[in-house]
């Protein structure tokens, strides 16, 4: 899709993601599809297993109400994204150890690397086993 995946941290009810989009215009469009096709597995994978209570429960909470005028039932993330540009080394180590230690800091582990989905264990722990990433030189 044309960047790099330099960090990231999926949290209970939303991600951080840094990365290095080429060209950087390119952004919205590359935010636009992310999220566009992770939802659509994700919908795929809770309708797939409706048998299991906690999927009909999430179902329920991303399900739009009727005075929503969509084209979708559900909607999985937020409509908007926070875009921040990274001009230096100093800012990407200062980005990636807020995102590592948003689990923490919500009180969910005790230190990142206990949460195994995040980029931390692919720094720190040389474990690319969950997601393959591009290292920054």
Known sequence: MGFQLI???LMPEHFHLLIWPDPAETTSLIMQE???RTAQRILAALQQDRRHPWCHSVLAQVRLPPSVHSDSEFRVWQRRFYPFGIY??????EKLHYMHGN???????????????SSFRFYYLNDSSLLAMDRMR
């Open 7 to 9: 960090g990231w941290v």
């Open 34 to 36: 992310l999220k566009k």
């Open 88 to 93: 230096s080394e100093k800012k990407r180590l």
């Open 103 to 117: 689990p923490v800091k919500r009180g969910l582990v005790n230190s990142p690397d206990q949460w195994p989905w």
